[in-house]
């Protein structure tokens, strides 16, 4: 009884679970969808980090901005190569600070095979895009052989992934980046030349014209500073034959756009949800008003002051978005998360989950404005109340 | 404590003949002695309830004053006159008046909780309470909801309510209102007693039985206050 509030709520079970599942579906929709405009930015800043380089050069056969989609948002690179003396004219380039190049081929869903999986060598020792992020999760350098899988690999560290007959111990996992890097598999060039060679053994044609010791896959060009980005990548074109040279800026301010469109419709659902959420609210215990008043006329009569009556209708609605809010919050947050593949898929941008600390502090956040609104809706109701006309209510008969 | 007002009015808004406004109870001086059961009689309308409301701090008038002892009533705030009312005038509504979220025991205890958060009081409360609802035939009763206690039941759960806040006044509007006989001498028998304690006991009631029970006994008529006793 000194829980007047939590005992008024207990005592009406369907009212309070109504006002609750009204405010946990508040609750989720604000965090769920902080979350996911949370993870779709961090997918953009992830994928602006791995995308180090200001140009990638691929073969024109590459037709490059859909593959660039594919890279790194849908998985397939497939296969294009070009002759290793074209990538040295290309890192050449005048305005050219640094210069990489990588070689990437596919395995099978086959015999020879455990997985498909994309395969990226890297030359660990001019690479600047993958590298970084292989320091932060590895931190040593590749041997032969040794892969390291991303973080949606289905494969630990220890053991190891057969493609085309070759067995690749996996040493290390790498951090989730949100976007397709994350289903590849990462070695030295070195290590792919020698699958390719025993995929042709194995008598698969991978359309390589030429030695496979002989081809990369792109070039990833790092303009020097106060050099135009624009200008080397059609110097590029211009003077290196059946290349595509693809400013990255362009891709990810491409991506950033549609980002900004999802996010701006993610926001507005959001708040729609609240507003609606709100009047909803504000009307359902508006009406419970009417019903309540002799309640608390009783509660007048035994010496209850206004300002303790209307801290109980408070106390009420705060201890509804209390639980309310974290129900929601848990809903939420669950549902995010087991839709992230499918969320990833329907949008096809890059999504990656922001981490505890900041899950929290959205949480947090979120608990926080839902138990601002919560008794906010319920303020006309508790002024109301707490003005009730005793004389009046008591002459009606109680 | 004695109760008195001076020069208590209540008027409201309502066209009645020439007037835009019709008066309830027209200006009355009144004392109520301590240890006294009064009793205000009247037929249906004619200001009863708005009197006892005045006169218990729940109505402010449209001009008068209201004493208890020393103090003023109505130049309290709200905060303070709620306090004030919760520890020194006690009431007990025409009607029912139990909360139906609470059981009959936590009803009796409940306005002893608004302002005392000393738990080591509970125990003795309980006790206290226990022993009331006992007396008032209620004893078997404590856990159960006041949804499922009769007329007269609710009644007698209001007396004890408003017994055990130990309040210097008590004014009741129609207690023994749809009571059996012997309901009604019950509910007499403790409204006198607890005058005999030292209380000031105020009754509004229709029950002619009641004029034996009255140590003073008032009548009122379309608001005008007549003493008989
Ligand atoms: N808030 C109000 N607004 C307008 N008129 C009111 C109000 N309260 C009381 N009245 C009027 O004042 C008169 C006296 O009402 P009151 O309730 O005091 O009568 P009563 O003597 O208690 O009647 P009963 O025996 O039926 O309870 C009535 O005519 C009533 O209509
Ligand atoms: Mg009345």
């Known amino acids: 009884m000194r829980h007047l509030s939590i005992r008024n709520l207990t005592a009406r079970p369907g009212r309070t679970i109504a006002l609750g599942l009204l405010i946990v579906f508040l609750s989720m929709a604000l965090f769920g969808g902080s979350v996911m405009v949370r993870s779709l930015n961090g997918g953009l800043a992830s994928l602006e980090a791995r995308l180090g380089a200001d140009v990638i050069v691929v073969p024109s056969s590459a037709k490059s901005s859909t593959n660039l989609d594919y890279l790194f948002l849908q998985g397939t690179t497939g296969y294009y190569y070009m002759d290793t003396e074209k990538a040295q004219k290309i890192a050449q380039t005048e305005g050219v600070e640094r210069a990489s190049f990588q070689i990437f081929m596919a395995s099978l869903r086959a015999s020879c095979c455990s997985m498909p999986v994309q395969v990226i060598g890297i030359d660990q020792d001019t690479d600047f895009t993958i590298q970084p992020w292989i320091e932060e999760s590895f931190g040593r350098r590749l041997g032969d052989l040794d892969v390291l899988v991303g973080s949606k690999v289905n494969a630990g560290i220890g053991e190891s992934i057969r493609i085309y007959n070759t067995d690749c111990p996996v040493v290390g996992r790498l951090a989730a980046t949100g976007t397709t890097l994350d289903t590849g598999v990462f070695c030295t060039v070195d290590t792919v030349r020698l699958l390719l060679h025993a995929a042709s053994e194995l008598g698969h044609d991978l359309k390589i014209s030429g030695d496979p010791e002989n081809v990369v896959s792109a070039v990833y060009l790092k303009v020097k500073d106060g050099v135009d980005v624009q200008s080397v990548a059609d110097r590029v074109n211009v003077y290196v034959r059946k290349v595509e040279a693809v400013r990255t800026r362009s891709y990810i301010t491409g991506i950033a756009d549609s980002l900004g469109g999802v996010e701006k419709t993610i926001r507005t659902l959001i708040v729609c949800v609240w507003i609606l959420a709100f009047l909803i609210l504000m009307a359902a215990f508006t009406m419970l008003t009417g019903e309540r008043k002799k309640e608390f006329a009783v509660l007048r009569v035994i010496g209850m002051s206004r300002g303790k009556l209307a801290w109980v209708l408070l106390k009420e609605s705060l201890l509804l978005s209390l639980f309310g809010g974290v129900i929601g919050i848990v809903l939420g947050g669950a549902l995010t998360f087991s839709f992230q593949g499918l969320i990833e898929e329907a949008l096809s941008l890059p999504f990656l989950m922001p981490g505890v600390s900041e899950l929290l502090l959205l949480a947090i956040m979120t608990l926080v404005v839902v138990m601002l609104v919560g008794p906010m809706s319920s303020a006309v109701s508790a002024w109301k109340l707490s003005r009730v006309d005793i004389g009046r209510i008591l002459r009606e008969g109680i | ?142 856990d159960v909801s006041p949804r499922e206690l009769s007329g007269g039941e609710l009644r007698r759960l209001s007396i004890a309510r408003a017994l055990l806040m130990h309040p210097d006044v008590l004014c009741c509007d129609e207690p023994t209102a749809d009571l059996d006989d012997e309901n009604t001498r019950v509910v007499l028998d403790i409204l006198k007693k607890t005058a005999g304690d030292g209380c000031t006991v105020f009754m509004v009631t229709h029950e002619e039985d009641a004029v034996h029970y009255a140590d003073r006994l008032y009548r009122m008529q379309s608001g005008q206050v007549t003493e008989e006793k």
């Open chain 2, 1 to 142: 404590m004695k109760l008195r007002c001076e020069q208590l009015e209540m008027h409201f808004f309502r066209k009645t003949g020439d007037a835009n406004f019709f008066v309830a109870v027209a200006p009355l001086s009144l004392s109520l002695p301590e240890a006294a059961l009064t009793v205000l009689m009247g037929r249906s309308g004619s200001g009863k309830t708005t009197l006892m409301n005045m006169l218990s701090g729940l109505l402010r008038s449209t001009s008068g004053r209201v004493f208890l002892g020393e103090d003023e009533l109505y130049a309290m705030d709200d905060r303070t006159l709620s306090r004030y009312r919760n520890r020194h005038i006690a009431v007990i509504p025409q009607g029912q008046s139990a909360l139906p979220q609470l059981s009959v025991m936590e009803n009796v205890l409940l306005p002893g909780m608004i302002y005392e958060k000393d738990r080591r009081q509970d125990a003795e409360r309980r006790r206290e309470a226990a022993e009331m609802l006992e007396q008032l035939g209620l004893g078997a009763l404590l």
